[in-house]
């Protein structure tokens, strides 16, 4: 079951940031303040980088899971150091 875009927290940019490299992701390009990251065999995302600007958290599901191509495991793991994508207080 996918985890819904409420569930995600909304971050800093600069923890987003953090979170992509982790996964692998690099600085392409940048202009400004806007950056490419590329990572091998994922698509590129764009990042209009401001770092204590919040990226809400359905930009943050839409990075995660339709641009890097993250499962629900992944980003549970990624996010919230769990093993499965489930709910749970």
């Known amino acids: ?6 569930r995600y ?10 979170l992509l490299e982790r ?4 600085t392409e390009r940048q202009r400004g303040s806007h ?19 919040e990226v809400p958290p359905r930009a943050l599901r839409h990075m995660l899971v339709q641009r890097a191509g993250l499962t ?3 980003v549970a793991r990624l996010l919230w150091g769990k093993r ?3 709910g749970g207080t």
């Open 23 to 26: 996964i692998g992701y690099e």
């Open 35 to 53: 950056r490419k990251l590329v990572s091998p065999g994922r698509r590129p995302i764009g990042f209009a980088f401001h770092g204590g600007t």
């Open 9 to 18: 927290p909304a971050l800093k940019a600069r923890q987003v940031l953090r």
């Open 72 to 74: 629900d495991e992944e």
């Open 1 to 6: 079951m996918a985890i819904p875009a409420s």
């Open 84 to 86: 499965t994508a489930g």
